[in-house]
């Protein structure tokens, strides 16, 4: 464990996520948990502002570019803060409630704990960051962040060359690939080792923004340390999500949700800096979209909720609109390409998955933490029992709580039902009841943290008839009490669960089906073989697509196709390679294909991606195919030579 913490990698990441945002919000004047929680979401935000204005000018992405853009953003902050005589800090203000260094120290020890457990999961999922992902959207990830790093391309529309389509009209947000390719770029360590370790920070940065979020929202010290706390420990997120699909920006969004309502919360309430707040705010809207624009789907409907939280406890006041129109303007001005782009590809076609399973089965799987699992995790459903007990201590969240029971229900209306109204509802989110489950896991954990409170109170009540009833004494014993529960709930759940979700998660990062170590080492014998500049023929379900982000060998399918939505959209001599390769002998059009895309070499493996059936059509027979010669040959790959076509009448 500890050289899990003292990797390197995992530190420049951890630095990179962290230091610009933190610069530009201390620049802006944000102080204590706002700081800290809003710090990542700006980091993003100012990736996906700049990702599509650099090219535009000129200028490749790149560590020096980012670092003068961060540097120039800071200081523009401050020159506005200084013009707007807004000296006072924007930290902690006397409209929440007083906490004292103990309770900071709290929950700073929450945060870290969660950090620490989830590194240690994924580390050990990751056969210490080495595993290649083996899961269908890491191809893509994992070739996109190559392939900023390799072209200083930061442009949306750039990453067709990853998806085999055109650029024209073509939009994926890619925040965290521009993030990872710097981290690639920094460390030179090869593109799974960066996503491996980029996995390891998403508790971490849940952790923070609860802290954040339950500190804005006037929550107890107590439950913001046992939500921090308990971040690291719910395997619906983000560990289900990796075995599933490697959904890994959309993970990243998802944990900076809390942290984007903690700013919401302070832009609504006036305190801090009430100009920078809804402005950073604005940013920060802009980082979640260019992650993945269902989190960005999803903090408009919670920051929707907040507000109509406000308003029922108070009446609606014009700093709101205030807040808002600031908030919405700068990021209209800010990320207007990428705004434009994201509407743009919203039109686009949908995928709904098959609701296959019964309500009362998906229900059951919600409420008792264990969808796709054997087991619930029943330590952690106790303390959510005991939060809907001790409800009334959660009054500052609980719409949160509401929100995220909006979200279980979508998840079972997913998971259990077809239609045209559920389609619509869910389309956002790819009609995914994975992604479902891990956002309604948010509310999940404010609730089991709300139980940790509610048995810290009644250890307290007991504590305190045999204690003094002056201050210090009140509060040693509430500290010695939160202790106790969190320590035997840390016991209870064996280190949080962390054995069970590191084996949830290494599903994904097994040897194989996709690439396994033979097939790693036959695309590095590849490497060797295939000139630089030129193609290689491969099979997009068989995880050879992996080969661009291991060692550098750029296939003809960098991405598993969908064939319903991107075989239609696709480069038109790659899909006649999907669906033809192998009449190369005798159709003059597949002929003119492979020379006009420059493919010399073939590759194929031996396993396939979940849930592929099979190879494409023009990937099948190979061997029968006169003009192919095989140069290598493993237990799970084989490479082939392309040669000239044969001559009429020989066989």
């Given amino acids: 464990m500890p050289e899990a913490l003292g990797d390197p990698v995992l530190l420049v990441y951890a630095a990179l996520t962290l230091v610009p945002g933190l610069a530009l919000a201390a620049a802006a004047g944000l102080r204590g948990w706002l700081l800290a929680a809003l710090a990542p979401l700006l980091t993003y935000g100012l990736v996906g502002a700049a990702a599509p204005v650099l090219p535009m000018l ?13 540097a120039l953003a800071a200081a523009v902050a401050l020159l506005l803060r200084v013009v707007a005589r807004r000296r006072r800090p924007a930290g902690e203000r006397a409209e929440l409630p007083a906490w004292t260094p103990l309770h900071h120290v709290g929950v700073a020890i929450g945060v870290l704990v969660a950090s620490v457990v989830g590194i240690a999961v994924a580390w050990g999922a990751t056969r210490g960051f080495t595993a290649v992902p083996q899961i269908w959207d890491a191809m893509f990830h994992a070739n996109a962040t190559r392939f900023i790093a390799e072209t200083g391309r930061s442009d949306p529309s750039a990453l067709a060359t990853v998806s085999s389509r055109p650029e024209a009209g073509f939009y994926y947000p890619n925040a965290y690939h521009a993030l990872a390719a710097t981290v690639v770029l920094l460390t030179g360590a090869d593109v799974p080792t960066v996503l491996d370790a980029s996995t390891a920070l998403a508790p971490g940065l849940l952790a923070l923004g609860m802290a954040g979020m339950v500190r804005r929202l006037g929550g107890r ?18 560990y289900d999500l990796l075995p599933w699909g490697t959904l890994l920006p959309f993970i990243v969004a998802v944990a900076l949700l809390p942290a984007f309502l903690a700013a919401a919360a302070t832009a609504l309430d ?10 950073l705010l604005g940013i920060g809207g802009i980082g979640l979209l260019a992650l993945h624009p269902s989190g960005a789907v999803t903090a408009v409907l919670l920051a929707a ?6 308003w029922v406890r108070r009446r609606p006041r014009m700093t709101d609109l205030r807040a808002a129109g600031v908030t ?11 705004l434009a782009a994201s509407v743009a590809a919203a039109a686009g076609p949908a995928y709904d998955w098959p609701a296959n399973a019964r309500p009362a089965q998906v229900l059951g799987e919600l409420l008792f933490l264990s969808h796709a699992q054997e087991f619930p995790q029943w330590w952690l459903v106790a303390l959510m029992l005991a939060g809907l007990v001790g409800v009334r201590r959660l009054r500052p969240v609980l719409w949160f709580l509401g929100v995220a029971a909006v979200f279980a229900a979508l998840f079972v209306l997913t998971a259990s039902y077809e239609g045209t109204i559920v389609a619509v509802l869910t389309r956002p989110w790819w009609n995914d009841r994975w992604r479902f489950a ?20 009644g250890l307290m009540a007991v504590l305190q008839r045999f204690t003094p009833r002056e201050e210090r004494a009140r509060l040693a014993v509430s500290a010695v009490a939160l202790t106790l529960v969190l320590a035997a709930v840390t016991f209870l759940t064996s280190g949080f669960y962390h054995v069970r979700n590191a084996s949830r998660m290494a599903e994904g990062f097994t040897d194989g089906p996709s690439l396994s170590r033979d097939e790693e080492q036959a695309v590095k014998v590849l490497a060797g073989l295939a000139p630089p500049g030129s193609l290689v023929m491969n099979d997009p379900y068989d995880g050879s697509s992996m080969m661009w982000a291991v ?17 239609p959209v696709m480069d038109p001599d790659r899909r006649l390679l999907f669906t033809s390769f192998n009449q190369l002998d005798t159709n003059p059009d597949v002929r003119r294909a492979v020379e006009k895309l420059d493919v010399q070499y073939v590759f194929v493996g031996t396993g396939l991606i979940p849930p592929a059936d099979g190879p494409p059509d023009g990937m099948l027979n190979l061997d029968r195919v006169r003009s192919l010669e095989r140069v290598y040959t493993s237990a799970e790959a084989t490479i082939y030579r392309v040669g000239p076509a044969p001559a009429p009448g020989r066989s």
């Fill in 221 to 238: 010290p107590a439950l913001a340390a046992a939500a921090a706390m308990l971040s690291a420990a719910f395997t619906a997120f983000p």
């Fill in 438 to 457: 891990a956002i309604w896991t948010l509310g999940a954990i404010v609730l089991a943290a709300g139980g940790v409170v509610t048995l810290r109170d």
């Fill in 58 to 70: 000129g200028i490749r992405w790149s560590p020096t570019s980012f670092g003068v853009l961060t």
């Fill in 270 to 279: 006036g305190t801090g800096a009430p100009v920078a707040v809804p402005v």
């Fill in 328 to 338: 919405v303007l700068s990021a209209a001005v800010l990320g207007a390409p990428l």
């Fill in 551 to 567: 060692a550098g060998v750029h296939p003809v399918f960098a991405t598993p196709v969908i064939k319903l939505l991107e075989l």
């Fill in 305 to 310: 909720a907040l507000v109509l939280d406000r």
